[in-house]
Nanobody, 131 residues
């Protein structure tokens, strides 16, 4: 059974940086896609960034492109998916969720980066950007 544990959220001033991490255990192969999504109060969940199982393909939402970077590292049976967030803005305030799904077509999943394609989710971590 997959387990996703997020960390790294917090309060930061506009223009600051945060680094979110998601440790994923229970993986059985490289055939997964990974993503970060967020949900602000009163708004629907939206996609932020996705990365393929081998890190070959990455996709970013226009709202964060050039400011956020997704990466992935492997350590035995665990993968860590990281979201480096720079130049944060108040509108980036949200609960950020890590997600993963098994797939033989991870590049396609990353290309669309739809939350409906992801089966397993973390508990979320709060990011607040405020002065």
């Amino acid at each position: 059974q997959l387990q996703l544990v997020e960390s790294g959220g917090g309060l930061v001033q506009p223009g600051g940086s945060l680094r979110l991490s998601c440790v994923i255990s229970g993986l059985t192969s490289d055939n997964y896609a990974y993503g970060w999504f967020r949900q602000a109060p009163g708004k629907e969940r939206e996609w932020v960034s996705c990365i393929s199982g081998r890190g070959i393909s990455r996709n970013y939402a226009d709202t964060i492109k050039g400011r956020f970077t997704i990466s992935m590292s492997k350590d035995n049976a665990e993968n860590t998916v990281t979201l480096q967030m720079n130049s944060l803005r108040p509108e980036d305030t949200a609960v950020y969720y890590c997600a993963t799904t098994p797939t033989l077509h991870s590049i396609l999943v990353v290309n669309y980066c739809r939350d409906s394609d992801f089966r397993s989710w973390g508990q979320g971590t709060q990011v607040t950007v405020s002065s």
